[in-house]
């Protein structure tokens, strides 16, 4: 398995959830890694993008409230959620964007792990 997220569940408004994702080191290694998101009838869009120096890219709508970090010794990628708002909800991928601003992928699309906030 190159890529794999987990984490993910159900979460009252203002609470928050850490989502893991843990990848080939093959895959790791060198490369930027992403956060997705995809909530019904939206398309998928960048949450959060992470490179292997630590720079990092976030979509306005989770700026100050979501923290991307990596384990380059886990090749793993974290994505902590904080002050979490129903419109947060959706199905949350990892991916290997080129960029930062994550407008392309290198790898398919795989399962995600479902965020649901609701009271």
């Known amino acids: 398995v190159q890529l794999q997220a987990s984490g993910g569940g159900l979460v009252q408004p203002g609470g928050s959830l850490r989502l893991s994702c843990a990848a080939s080191r093959n895959i790791f290694v060198k490369n930027i890694m992403g956060w997705f998101r995809q909530a019904p009838e939206k398309r998928r869009e960048l949450v959060a993008a992470?490179?292997?120096?630590?720079?990092?890219n976030y979509a306005d709508s989770v700026k100050d409230r979501f923290t991307i970090t990596r384990d380059n010794a886990e090749n793993t990628v974290y994505l902590h959620m904080s002050r979490l708002k129903p419109e947060d909800t959706a199905v949350y991928y990892c991916?290997?964007?080129?960029?930062?601003?994550?407008?392309?992928?290198?790898?398919?699309w795989g399962q995600g792990t479902q965020v649901t906030v609701s009271s």
């Open positions: 992470i490179s292997n120096g630590g720079n990092t």
């Open positions: 991916n290997v964007p080129l960029s930062l601003s994550g407008e392309y992928v290198r790898l398919p």
